[in-house]
């Protein structure tokens, strides 16, 4: 039986440094290729550049035009997570405490959220109806649409695991229900909290689809946006495309490095409870 259950963990472990090692080496690739020369970054291998060229970057900042793609990314990203976060919290608290047939209703079309694709067409022509079309506000409701099924799953799940005493003896007290949900219920979902915030901040700086479609000039273009417009221009500098691809990934790895441990909490604890 040790046996068995040795081998298993043997090709477990395996397995794990298979993936692990097909997702850091295109990484490092792309880290040491933006300290390269274009013909050295031209060979694609995890050898060292000869002399780090930290001039890659400077010139990558003076022609990619970074600073107001990051503004514009950090702007509507900002904006889609507070907004999504803020209101997901609010419904779930309604759907998990209510037990009426429009809450049940209300889980059960989030639920759908999770499974349904996404449409361009009908959602170009909401935005034309209400006069959104290009616009941030546009982008940031379209991003809030995607992301509330599945935060607003999380929550739900975590606000079922609080014990209903909690609510029945703040009640008792004479609390209203948005002073229960703001001052005994929103402390306790702190992990699941940032877990979503994350996830929808990774989720939307990393879109490529939604600004490319629905913004309308190149000044509005985020992060991603860039780095296919300065690929096409410099295509065969790949150095330079390492090194945008660099500026583009490094805020939000940073951020998830920073909140990696409440991410892993969130979910372990929401899957637990769930």
């Known amino acids: 039986m040790r046996s068995r259950d040795l081998s298993i963990k043997t090709v477990n472990a395996a397995v794990v440094y298979l993936f692990s090692f097909l997702v850091i080496v295109p990484v490092l690739v792309m880290i040491l290729g933006s300290f390269k020369t274009s013909g050295e970054a031209l060979k694609f291998d995890l050898s060292l550049p000869k002399k780090f060229m930290f001039s890659n970057y400077l010139f990558v900042l003076d022609r990619g035009g970074i600073p107001l793609a990051f503004a514009n990314s950090l702007a509507i990203t900002v904006a889609a ?3 999504t976060i803020s209101s997901t919290a609010l419904c ?11 809450s049940s ?17 009908t959602t170009f022509a909401l935005l034309k109806l209400l006069n959104l079309i290009g616009s941030y506000a546009g982008v940031i409701l379209i991003y809030c649409a995607i992301q509330t099924p599945w935060s607003m799953y999380m929550f739900i799940q975590f606000v079922k695991s ?34 979503t915030t994350v996830m929808v901040v990774i989720n939307v700086w990393n879109d490529f689809m939604l600004p490319l479609y629905f913004l309308d000039s190149s000044k509005k273009w985020t992060m991603p946006l860039t780095v296919y417009n300065f690929f096409g221009q410099y295509f065969s500098d790949w150095n330079y495309v390492f090194a945008d691809l660099v500026l583009t990934a490094l ?18 604890s929401g899957a637990i409870k769930g």
């Open 162 to 195: 609080i014990p209903r005493d909690m609510d029945e003896a703040a009640y008792i007290d004479g609390a209203k229900p948005m002073t229960m949900f703001f001052r005994i219920i929103l402390p306790l979902l702190k992990p699941v909290t940032a877990t």
């Open 81 to 83: 997570a507070a907004l």
């Open 105 to 121: 209703f209300l889980g059960n079309v989030f639920s759908i959220g999770l499974v349904a694709p996404f449409q361009i067409i």
């Open 251 to 268: 805020p939000i790895a940073l951020l998830y490095l920073y909140f990696q441990k409440y991410v892993i909490a969130g979910i372990t």
């Open 92 to 102: 779930a608290f309604y759907i998990a405490r209510a037990k009426t047939k429009m």
